[in-house]
Structures are given as C-alpha cells and as structure tokens.
C-alpha cells in the first residue's frame, strides 16, 4: 500500500507542476509530464484493480453510470457521427480515460485507508500553498518571477501595492480558481485559523478574478449558513438586498468599484464569444448531438466577414465556459447527462451530511460557478481539475464504507 500512496502523490506533485504556466508555455516540457503522469496512473489503476474484488469494482461502475454513459457515449459520438481529426479524438479519450481511473485510483486508496483523503488535502494544501506566496511575491514586485508566470494579460493593472498576478498557474482565472481550492483544502485540514484565512483571501483579491470573486462571496456566505451562524432567510434577505443595490447603484461612477471589478472592462471579450456562439446556424441535429470537438471554432471561421476575421476579438482559442463547451462538443443529451450525474453526486452527499459535507458544499460551488467562466472539467492532469476527481472518489469511498452502493 505504501507504493499506491507515493505514486499518489508523485502523480499529485506532476498535476501541480504541469499546471505551472512555464509548463504549460513549452508543450514538449508539458507533453513528457503528461505521458510520464498517464503511465503511472496506469500503472497504479491495474495495480489496484486487480487487488479489487469484483463486487467493488461493479459498485464503482454503478456509483458512477451515468458519468462513465458520457464517456463511452461520447467517444462514440465524435468517433462515427462528427468528422473530427484524430488528434482532437486522442485527445479527448485521454481526458476521458483519466478522469475514470483518477476517480478509481481515488475511490480505492481512500476505501482502504480513510486517512489518506486528509494526507492528500495537506499535501494540495502545501503545494498551492507555494503557488500562493509566490504569487504574493509577483504582486508586490518583490522578486521577478516572469520566467515562471506569464506576462500581466491586464497590463499596469494594480489596486494598493497589489498588482493582478498568475502565480505559478497559467492564467489569472486559474490562480484565483486554485486559491478557492486552497481554501477548501484549509478547511478540511482544519487550518482555518484567522492569519490563514486572510492570507487566502489576499490570494483571492491578487488574481483579481472576478469569478473567484465571486464565489468566495457565495462561499462565504454557505460557510456561515452550514455553521448556523446565520439563517437561511437571513442569507437571502442580504443578498437580496445587495442584489437591489446593484440595480439602484451606478458602480461605474464609483473609483473603487470601477477599478477593482474593472466595470468598464464587461466581461473581458467574453461577449464577442457568446455572440459568436449564438450567430452559429444551429440544426436540431446539432442541438441534440453537438457539433464535434474543434469544430465549433471552424464553423467561426466559415461565417466571419473578412473585417470580422481579422479583429483579434474573434480569434479566441476556447469558450472560456464548460456549460456552451460541452453543449456546443457534444450535444444537449450528453450535457444533461455530464453535469446531471455530478450534480446528484454533491447533493446527495450534502443532503445526508457525510463527513465533510460543509467543505464539499464550497467545492460543488467553485465547480457549478467557476465553470460558467472557465472550463476546468473532470480528467485531464491540471490540478484543479485533478482535486474534483478527487473529491468525488471520497464521496464514492465514504458511500462504500456506510454500504449505501446497492
């Protein structure tokens, strides 16, 4: 058991590291990460399989149906309905593939020795921890860290002594992202003291991520209620009001708000790619199966005017949200089934208050939320994405350890 945990949290340690933005900037660097990454996992997966009973393994898939139907449906679907190039089909399996054995691997190790799903939170904790201060450094300009991170996309930027930063990570989102991973780590390992939590927090504020913005706000707000600290219908009066504020309140006219939440900015050229998702001339064979991964942004190219072509605004490289990728990649049956089956995965944990249900609820926030501004989806080895797959096994380990798989 001891060679599972290490290769566990060597494959932890390569998933930080290839989220690394010099990583991820210099692809035959990231593409020998990702096959050592991919030959481990392997090897650990048939290792613990064939240690597993078959009644296990059964429980697993039926815990799971639904996420796996996507997967195998999906393959399916890009393989002999869409015309997609093989390296868009490999690349995509790859995904796939690994979000089924991150979620056994997972599921295996923390069923057998509980401990272990604390042992993986502090060591996620520790390395974003790293990522953290690093990107307090990068902020105050205290040390040069551009052959780390990438340049400020938000160019002079800055609020205080604090200008916007990626950390280690590829992108400002994504360190802001991996800050709210932080959090929920912090808490699980019940290193929630005040100096941490604002640490944390500064982390938050640096990225200067309006969606980690946000849902640190929605989190802050579910940890109280979760705590009793406030009711219910106390939480909804606030944010009920806060939300008639906006609506009364010109933010615009107000430096603070302007600056911070960079009003004037909307929302960062994310119109240009929902108004050029909607313009697409969509059939009902489309709604229903997609239009094939990579295939969206050809149809793009083909419906642009010359003008239109050339503005840098229209040459964007993904949706930047999870929700239209997959709707738009594979159709709306197999989006119901993808976000359906998580769906009831967290709430059904949450519902019945298992072991650490007031931290998951924070979790199932940054995926629903931040997803609708960026795509950080199962499988794949970016950290972020890696800590989701984590967080399901648990809920699957825990359900097996009360016998509820049936």
């Known amino acids: 058991m001891k060679i599972n945990k290490f290769i566990l949290f060597v494959l932890t340690s390569l998933s930080f590291v290839a989220s690394f933005y010099f990583v991820r900037s210099i692809p035959s660097f990231y593409y020998s990460i990702y096959s050592t990454f991919v030959l481990l996992l392997t090897f650990l997966f048939f290792n613990l ?4 009973s078959i009644k296990y393994f059964l429980s697993f898939l039926t815990f799971f149906k639904y996420l796996f139907a996507f997967y195998f449906f999906d393959i399916l679907l890009q393989l002999f309905f869409h015309n997609i190039n093989l390296g868009e089909l490999i690349f995509y399996s790859a995904n796939h593939l690994t979000s089924f054995m991150l979620l056994y691997v997972f599921s295996r190790i923390f069923y057998d020795n509980k401990s272990y799903f604390l042992e993986i939170n502090h060591f996620i904790y520790l390395l974003l921890y790293l990522s953290l201060l690093v990107g307090i450094l990068d902020s105050i300009n205290a040390i040069n860290f551009n052959f780390l991170a990438p340049s400020k996309e938000i160019e002079n930027y800055n ?10 990570m590829e992108h400002q989102i994504s360190f802001g992202i991996s800050m709210l991973v932080l959090l929920s780590t912090t808490l699980i390992i019940k290193k929630s003291n005040l100096l941490n ?14 969606t980690s913005y946000l849902i640190l706000f929605l989190s802050f707000f579910a940890w109280l209620y979760l705590k009793k600290y406030l009711s219910k219908n106390l939480i909804f009066l606030i ?10 309140v010109d933010f615009t006219n107000i430096d603070f708000f302007n600056n911070l939440l960079r009003l004037d900015k909307g929302l960062s050229g994310r119109e240009v790619i929902f108004a050029t998702y909607f313009l697409i001339p969509w059939s009902w064979s489309d709604i229903f199966f997609g239009l094939g991964y990579g295939n969206l942004f050809s149809i793009r190219d083909s419906i642009l005017t ?11 490289k993904a949706i930047h949200n999870l929700y239209l990728n997959i709707f738009a990649n594979s159709g709306i049956m197999l989006f119901i089934t993808y976000f359906g089956a998580q769906l009831h995965f967290y709430y059904q944990h949450i519902k019945k208050k298992k072991e650490f249900f007031q931290q998951i609820t924070i979790i199932a926030l940054i995926f ?6 960026v795509e950080f989806k ?8 890696f800590y989701f797959s984590l967080i399901l096994a648990y809920m699957f380990s825990t359900h097996m350890i009360n016998n509820e798989i049936k």
């Open 378 to 385: 199962l499988g794949g080895i970016r950290i972020i994405s």
């Open 159 to 168: 609020f205080w002594i604090f200008s916007n930063t990626s950390g280690l």
């Open 49 to 52: 399989l064939n240690n597993s």
């Open 239 to 248: 944010i009920f009001f806060l939300i008639t504020i906006v609506f009364f």
């Open 197 to 210: 939590l604002i640490v944390i927090s500064i982390g938050v504020f640096i990225s200067f991520s309006r």
């Open 368 to 373: 629903f939320i931040g997803n609708f501004f």
């Open 306 to 316: 010359d003008f239109e072509f050339g503005l840098s605004e229209f040459q964007f």
